[in-house]
C-alpha cells in the first residue's frame, strides 16, 4: 500500500522556472527520500532527509520535512529540460529496511 | 563500481514459460530488492533480502520464485506468469550504515511482456 501520496499528480513549466512538488505521508518515519525516474527506466536516489531534520539542499534542490504535518516538499529551481521526469517521494519506517514510494510526479520542462 | 546492473533488459515470455532475471552489484551492499512498476504507477515492493536470507516477501503470487546465491547476486524465477504480470521488475541494492538501510541504489530495469 502505498504510504506516501504526491500532489501535483503532473507538473507542466517553461525551462528557468522552479518546480515544487509535495508528499504527504500516514505513519512516523524514520527517514524520507526522493528519487527521480527517467521515462521506462531505473530510479536515481536524489535526497535523504531524517526525521531530525527540517530542510536539506543538493545542488539545485531543496526539500523539506515537516514532521507534525507528515510532509515534505521537493523545490527544483531553475529547471532544465534534463529535469523532465517523474519524481516520486519514499519513506522508511524506524525499523527494517522497507521503503514505500508515493503516487509520484510528472514533470515535464519545456524549453 | 558504483551500479547495479540487471538483464536482460526486455523479455518476452509465453505463460507457459520459465525464464529468469538476474540482478547483480558490487558496491558490497547487503540488502537486495526486487520492486515492480506498472506504467505511470509507483515501484511496488516485492521482496527483500538482507544478507542473502529473505526478510520480505510482500504475498508475492508463488510463480515468482526469488533466489540471492551470494552477496552480489539476485534472481527472480518466473514460471506460469499471466498478462498482467507484464510490468518493468527493478532490482535495487542498499547498505546498512549508522543502524538503518539508507538510499537505494537501482538498476534500469527488465521490461517484461508476458503473451
Known amino acids: 500500500s502505498q504510504q506516501g501520496e504526491e500532489d501535483p499528480q503532473a507538473l507542466s513549466i517553461q525551462e528557468g522556472e522552479n518546480a515544487t512538488m509535495n508528499c504527504s505521508y500516514k505513519t512516523s518515519i524514520n527517514n524520507l527520500q526522493w528519487y527521480r525516474q527517467n521515462s521506462g527506466r531505473g530510479l536515481v536516489h536524489l535526497i535523504l532527509i531524517r526525521s531530525n531534520e527540517r530542510e536539506k539542499h543538493s545542488g539545485r534542490l531543496r526539500v523539506t520535512l515537516d514532521t507534525s504535518k507528515k510532509s515534505s516538499s521537493l523545490l527544483i529551481t531553475a529547471s532544465r529540460a534534463a529535469d523532465t521526469a517523474s519524481y516520486f517521494c519514499a519513506t522508511q519506517r524506524a525499523a527494517g529496511n522497507k521503503l514505500t514510494f508515493g503516487g509520484g510526479t510528472r514533470v515535464l520542462v519545456k524549453p | 563500481d558504483t551500479e547495479v546492473t540487471q538483464t536482460p533488459k526486455h523479455l518476452v515470455m509465453g505463460m507457459t514459460n520459465k525464464k529468469s532475471l538476474k540482478c547483480e552489484q558490487h558496491?558490497?551492499?547487503?540488502?537486495m530488492y526486487w520492486y515492480k512498476q506498472k506504467a505511470k504507477k509507483p515501484p511496488e515492493l516485492m521482496f527483500v533480502y538482507s544478507y542473502e536470507k529473505l526478510s520480505i516477501n510482500e504475498s508475492v503470487p508463488s510463480r515468482f520464485s526469488p533466489e540471492c546465491p551470494n552477496s552480489s547476486l539476485l534472481n527472480l524465477h518466473l514460471h506460469a506468469l499471466q498478462p498482467e504480470d507484464s510490468a518493468l521488475y527493478l532490482c535495487?541494492?542498499?547498505?546498512?550504515?549508522?543502524?538503518?538501510?539508507?538510499?537505494?541504489?537501482f538498476g534500469p530495469g527488465t521490461r517484461l511482456t508476458v503473451l
Open positions: 558496491m558490497g551492499h547487503r540488502a
Open positions: 535495487a541494492s542498499s547498505q546498512f550504515q549508522g543502524g538503518s538501510y539508507n538510499e537505494q541504489f
